[in-house]
Every structure is written in structure tokens, then in C-alpha cells.
């Protein structure tokens, strides 16, 4: 038996997605659904609509607050 080329996604619920993402309701997670940059599973025998959590996590960017030099230079002006 042939092992997968990737390996299997790790599926949650738009619920979860949202959740971890830090919002109160799935409608930011559907709007990236619909924009095409998540995409979706369904599990056989089922209408719920998954998402791979580390498709998720990879649309997170890191935080990078301006340095103090530039916000007062940009107040100066």
C-alpha cells in the first residue's frame, strides 16, 4: 500500500476556525471561504462544512507594530 504524497488534513468546523482566529462568529471564516482562500471539506454522510486547520493557520501573518522612532517621526511631520 502506497503512503499519501501529502499528509491527510487536519479537518475542524467553521466554528472551531472562527474561534481560533478570534471571532465571535463564522461569517470572516465564510467570507474566506467564498473569496477562494480557504477551502472546504465534507465528511461522507454529512452537510457540515470543514476546513483544514493548518490551511487555516497558514493565512495568519505576524504582528509587526511600527518602532517608536518611526511613529515619532511619522508625528513630527
Known amino acids: 500500500m502506497e503512503q499519501p504524497s501529502s499528509?491527510?488534513?487536519?479537518?475542524?468546523?467553521?466554528?472551531?476556525?472562527a474561534r481560533l482566529l478570534g471571532?465571535?462568529?463564522t461569517g470572516p471564516?465564510?467570507?474566506?471561504?467564498s473569496g477562494n482562500q480557504l477551502?472546504?471539506?465534507k465528511l461522507p454522510?454529512?452537510?457540515r462544512i470543514m476546513v483544514d486547520l493548518f490551511?487555516?493557520?497558514s493565512?495568519?501573518?505576524?504582528?509587526?507594530p511600527e518602532?517608536?522612532?518611526e511613529a515619532e517621526n511619522s508625528d513630527s511631520h
Open 7 to 17: 499528509p491527510l488534513p487536519k479537518l475542524i468546523n467553521l466554528s472551531e476556525a
Open 23 to 25: 471571532y465571535q462568529s
Open 29 to 33: 471564516i465564510k467570507k474566506l471561504i
Open 39 to 41: 477551502n472546504t471539506f
Open 45 to 47: 454522510d454529512t452537510n
Open 55 to 57: 490551511e487555516l493557520e
Open 59 to 64: 493565512l495568519l501573518q505576524v504582528y509587526q
Open 67 to 69: 518602532s517608536k522612532n
